[in-house]
């Protein structure tokens, strides 16, 4: 009796005192996200031809349909708010590519973002130019247009 009394009081101890380091050693692996990020400014369809707008538009349904099978998680957003591929307007005053990307951290809180897509022409005319600012993550580019002001 007393040697069963003493192993359950001694597991009972152990288990105590391992809890906190078991709860640390737990992981939660959260899905890859993946970003899309369209530059839906004027300056966009100025030097772009209407045939590789919409390439670009059946392009980016197809990488998203893609995406979404291999288990990465998406989403689509405008430098101003959410877009979806069906809805260009490029109607923009500004790009701030930098700031929107920038944003993405507060936006995806707790997720993680494992890639941007940043589909522009390349003209920044609001806040610093994004290849001057460390990301934490990977961000791949599609030119869009001339990127030359005229």
């Given amino acids: 009796m007393l040697p069963g009394l003493r192993s359950l009081s001694l597991f009972l101890l152990l288990a105590l005192l391992l809890n906190p380091l078991l709860r640390k050693l737990r992981e939660n692996i959260l899905p890859p996200v993946t970003v899309l990020i369209i530059d839906d400014s004027q300056s966009v369809p100025l030097g772009t031809p209407a045939d590789s707008l919409a390439l670009l538009n059946a392009g980016l349904k ?3 349909n893609k995406l979404e099978e291999e288990g990465a998680k998406g989403g689509g957003s405008g430098l101003k708010s959410d877009i979806s591929p069906d809805s260009f307007s490029f109607s923009g005053k500004e790009s701030a590519l ?11 809180d707790n997720q993680n973002i494992f890639r941007v897509i940043l589909a522009s022409d390349g003209i920044s005319n609001k806040g610093p130019e994004p290849g001057q600012k460390q990301f934490p993550f990977v961000v791949h580019t599609i030119r ?3 990127p030359n002001p005229r």
Avoid: T
């Fill in 62 to 64: 197809e990488l998203k």
């Fill in 98 to 108: 930098c700031d929107r990307i920038s944003a993405l951290q507060e936006e995806f």
């Fill in 144 to 146: 869009l247009g001339n």
